[in-house]
């Protein structure tokens, strides 16, 4: 193997490690977001609880399963909850109670419930941290790109008969 090789594929590992970083940390804080809300609704006094947070090209669905004796908690109480605690974007909430699903978009939980009250409001994109961030990872991913693509050119063009 030449050298130029052997310090490509000992830089190859930085750019693969730092996006991996990225992407955990960013799938953490929807975990540990979910297990906060999991715990309010807990105190909340739900029991099988289960919640879920699926984005689709950028629609924000929070799904929540809970069970509670109550016979005449419709999930609104759950709603609320998850409308002015979960510090993540909300453009749906799809809750499932006592083995009964209800749900409601971002215009009807802002009517019936009016603006969220977490600072900031995550659901707002002016942020300009977040911008930077999503700026940051999209060079992150194309710098990756270019790298591995690089590596993979030079590793086809040095392999051939009579070639180690």
Aim: proline share 5%; aromatic share 4%; charged share 25%.
């Amino acid at each position: 193997m030449n050298r130029a090789g052997d310090r490509a594929r000992a830089r190859l590992p930085l750019p693969l490690a730092a996006l991996l970083g990225v992407l955990l940390a960013a799938g953490c804080s929807w975990g540990a977001e979910m297990e906060a809300l999991g715990a309010r609704l807990q105190e909340a006094g739900y029991t099988e609880i289960g919640v879920g947070h699926v984005n689709t090209n950028g629609y924000d669905l929070v799904q929540v399963e809970a069970t509670k004796p109550a016979a005449d908690d419709n999930g609104v109480e759950i709603a609320r909850l998850v409308w002015h605690t979960y510090a993540e974007e909300v453009d749906q909430v799809a809750i499932t109670l006592n083995g009964t699903t209800r749900s409601a978009t971002r215009d009807e939980l802002l009517e019936e419930f009016g603006p969220r009250q977490l600072d900031p409001n995550p659901d707002e994109d002016t942020d300009p941290v977040d911008v930077l961030i999503r700026v940051a990872v999209v060079i992150l991913v194309i710098v990756v790109l270019v790298k591995v693509l690089g590596f993979l050119g030079r590793l086809g063009r040095g392999s051939g008969p009579g070639r180690l």
